[in-house]
């Protein structure tokens, strides 16, 4: 139990649907983030949300959308994906300032296949 | 643009030898962290080495730390069957942190 959770832990969508990923971490950490895993490709940052304000966008398709409502909860919607968008994706969150020391909690993620 | 890579890609070793890998960063860093990940799952944090720093211990694990070379190492001493799993360098800077490709480890009973 690394204190991040998410859910759902897989998902399976089609191209049209609308669906969302939560994440919740219960850290008392003020920075959360995105990440998406696809086999054989580094991990990809896609999102960073510091004090609930979104920092960093890395170029990622509009058909992701995330939404930080709080410094614990953290979404990502999803709208009309295609098939390679099935990935893991993953939440972390840290306790970040402009020295960035802090290690990154991990969630065990959302397993997403796009059919 | 990608920070880290690591190398070997993949390591298959027998329990009880030790285990190397290393990574290779472009920019400069505060901070270069080791994560593992086993299969499917999320990614835990090993250890810190901050960009003063040059070599840091933690049980078994040997963390070094070459800014002039933008390199580091993470070795394992006397692995067991229970450190199979992948393992990432991550260089971080202001509320960001890269990861490489990572090391895929098999270790073999």
């Known amino acids: 139990e690394t204190g991040v959770t998410q859910t759902p832990r897989h998902l399976v969508m089609g191209m049209t649907n609308k669906k969302s990923l939560k994440c919740e971490q219960h850290l008392g950490h003020n920075a959360m983030y995105w990440y998406k895993q696809s086999a054989k490709k580094p991990l990809e940052l896609m999102f960073v949300y510091n004090f609930k304000e979104q920092t960093e966008n890395n170029s990622v398709p509009s058909r992701f959308s995330p939404e930080c409502p709080n410094s614990s909860h953290l979404f990502l919607h999803l709208h009309t994906l295609q098939p390679e968008d099935s990935a893991l994706y993953l939440c972390?969150?840290?306790?970040?300032?402009?020295?960035?020391?802090?290690?990154?909690?991990f969630g065990e993620g959302s397993r997403l296949t796009v059919l | 643009s990608q920070q880290g890579e690591e190398d070997p890609q993949a390591l298959s070793i027998q329990e009880g030898e030790n285990a190397t890998m290393n990574c290779s960063y472009k920019t400069s860093i505060n901070n270069l962290q080791w994560y593992r990940q086993n299969s499917g799952r999320g990614l835990v944090h090993l250890i810190l080495i901050r960009s003063n720093e040059r070599e840091k211990h933690s049980g078994r694990l040997r963390v070094t730390l070459d800014t002039s070379k933008k390199s580091s190492s993470l070795l394992i001493t006397a692995s067991r069957a229970a450190d199979t799993a992948s393992y990432f360098c991550a260089t971080s800077g202001t509320y960001k942190y890269i990861f490489g490709t990572g090391t895929r480890l098999k270790v073999l009973a």
């Open positions: 972390a969150s840290s306790q970040a300032g402009l020295q960035n020391t802090g290690e990154l909690f």
